[in-house]
């Protein structure tokens, strides 16, 4: 499975972006798919998740209410929609696949997508 995520830019606090990954050489509907992000000096963190089905989710408790995790099984994209950006979200933005399970693991991974929110 090839992930392309796309979509990042520079925006201002409280902006929003969507972000995009398209997934490609694997049965999309089949696989969990999640959005991590890696900011400079720190680990990399698990952002927001939804299952193969997009009957179930998880976000991370700083940008619950904020991120909104979305997937479109037809196109074989999932989406990251970030609504009242803060400069902690600033961070490179990766897309990853795994299996179809009641716990997230991941398999796939694709390159990042950077998005920076000035003050």
């Known amino acids: 499975v090839q992930l392309q995520a796309s979509g990042g830019g520079l925006v201002q606090v409280g902006g929003s972006l969507r972000l995009s990954c398209a997934a490609s050489g694997g049965t999309f509907s089949s696989y969990n798919m999640g959005w991590f992000r890696q900011a400079p000096g720190k680990e990399r963190e698990f952002v927001a998740g939804i299952y193969w089905s997009g009957s179930s989710f ?3 408790d700083s940008v619950r209410g904020r991120f909104t995790i979305s997937r479109d099984n037809a196109k074989n994209t999932v ?3 970030m609504n009242s950006l803060k400069p902690e979200d600033t961070a490179l933005y990766y897309c990853a696949a795994g299996p179809a399970r ?3 693991t991941w398999d796939y991974w694709g390159r990042g997508t950077q998005v920076t929110v000035s003050s």
Do not use: A, H, R
């Open 58 to 60: 998880y976000y991370k």
């Open 79 to 81: 989406y990251l929609q």
């Open 102 to 104: 009641i716990t997230y």
